[in-house]
């Protein structure tokens, strides 16, 4: 059974940045598609980012993360990575990664999760 654990979110003022990590023990990433979502407080899950697997590589962003967030594959940690810049206030949630082997997209019908890690944008 895959399992993800999600790492590198905190507290950051509006301007800043987090370096989000997505990785798996186990299991080599390299053959998921790999997917963000976040979940804000009384919103539903959203879809913020994907990466396909190492055959294909191509990446998709939401409209409202598009120039400021950045997802990529580190192969010799078996992690994707979520780069975050010029955090805003709106993209404080709770952020997921999740894994499939056909899936891709930014619908949140993955077939593995992680936990989750708190991501708060505040002055």
């Known amino acids: 059974q895959l399992q993800l654990v999600e790492s590198g979110g905190g507290l950051v003022q509006p301007g800043g940045s987090l370096r989000l990590s997505c990785a798996a023990a186990?299991?080599?990433?390299?053959?998921?598609?790999i997917g963000w979502f976040r979940q804000a407080p009384g919103r539903e899950r959203e879809g913020v980012s994907c990466?396909?697997?190492?055959?294909?590589?191509?990446?998709y962003y939401a409209e409202f993360v598009k120039g400021r967030f950045t997802i990529s594959r580190d192969r010799t940690s078996n992690t994707v990575v979520l780069q975050m810049n010029s955090l805003k206030p709106e993209d404080t949630g709770v952020y997921y990664c999740?894994?499939?082997?056909?899936?891709?997209?930014?619908?949140?019908?993955?077939?593995?999760w992680g936990q989750g890690t708190q991501v708060t944008v505040s002055s």
């Open positions: 186990g299991f080599t990433l390299d053959y998921y598609v």
């Open positions: 990466i396909s697997s190492i055959s294909d590589g191509s990446t």
């Open positions: 999740a894994a499939d082997t056909h899936m891709y997209g930014l619908e949140p019908l993955y077939d593995y």
